[in-house]
């Protein structure tokens, strides 16, 4: 697993962790914060996210996070593909 995450590589992991639901990330305050919208087949946003660089740069944070979020989702009755993290 790698030490630090770059921004890019925390957002393909964000927007792929959600499968089927639709991600979309976004970069703000020059890279240092990490936004993302979760969607539900309608389009209608269901969960949205916002992390500091210390969240999303961090692989175990990351993971932990994204972990804990499927979990809620899951709990809330939408089925998610399997993931697994690869930092």
């Known amino acids: 697993m ?3 995450l770059s921004i ?4 393909r992991l964000v927007e792929t962790a ?3 639901l639709r991600c979309a990330t976004e970069q703000r305050n020059f890279d240092l914060e990490l936004g993302a919208q ?3 087949s309608s389009g209608k946003p269901i969960y949205t996210l916002s992390l500091k ?3 999303f740069s961090n692989p175990g ?3 932990s996070l994204i972990e804990q979020i499927r979990s809620l989702l899951e709990g809330n009755g939408f089925q998610l593909d399997s993931w697994t993290f690869q930092a």
């Open 53 to 55: 660089q210390r969240q």
């Open 8 to 11: 890019e590589q925390a957002a």
């Open 38 to 40: 979760i969607y539900e």
């Open 61 to 63: 944070s990351l993971n």
């Open 2 to 4: 790698a030490k630090y």
């Open 18 to 20: 959600f499968s089927p």
